[in-house]
């Protein structure tokens, strides 16, 4: 089993950064695609970006490529988004998952999910 907490979330103004923090609990995560993904109000979950359980890999929705940077230390646990010239269209709750290890943007093979945590982006 693995369960994740999300956190580094909050107000910020269009152009300013944020870095997410995604911790995991459970060996397991270590051998796992990691994944952000996003529900923007009244829309669906979308995928924002990925990375392999080795960090040799990822990959980033075209809305945030140049702007987002994925990452993980699997000695501590964790992943991170690092979001930088953020717009007001990135205001959603923002989602880590786990596990994955086909298409890494594909939501369905994602088996654990956080919480959620909130980005607002004022104009």
């Known amino acids: 089993q693995v369960q994740l907490v999300e956190s580094g979330g909050g107000l910020v103004q269009a152009g300013d950064s944020l870095r997410l923090s995604c911790k995991a609990s459970?060996?397991?995560?270590?051998?796992?695609?990691m994944a952000w993904f996003r529900r923007a109000p009244g829309k669906e979950r979308e995928f924002v970006a990925a990375?392999?359980?080795?960090?040799?890999?990822?990959q980033y929705a075209d809305s945030v490529k140049g702007r987002f940077t994925i990452s993980r230390d699997n000695t501590k646990n964790a992943g991170y988004l690092q979001m930088n010239s953020l717009k007001p269209e990135d205001t959603a709750v923002y989602y880590c998952?786990?596990?994955?290890?086909?298409?890494?943007?594909?939501?369905?093979?994602?088996?654990?999910w956080g919480q959620g945590t909130q980005v607002t982006v004022s104009s």
């Open positions: 990375i392999r359980w080795s960090g040799g890999s990822s």
């Open positions: 998952a786990a596990q994955n290890n086909g298409d890494m943007t594909s939501r369905e093979g994602y088996g654990y």
């Open positions: 459970g060996r397991s995560f270590r051998s796992y695609t």
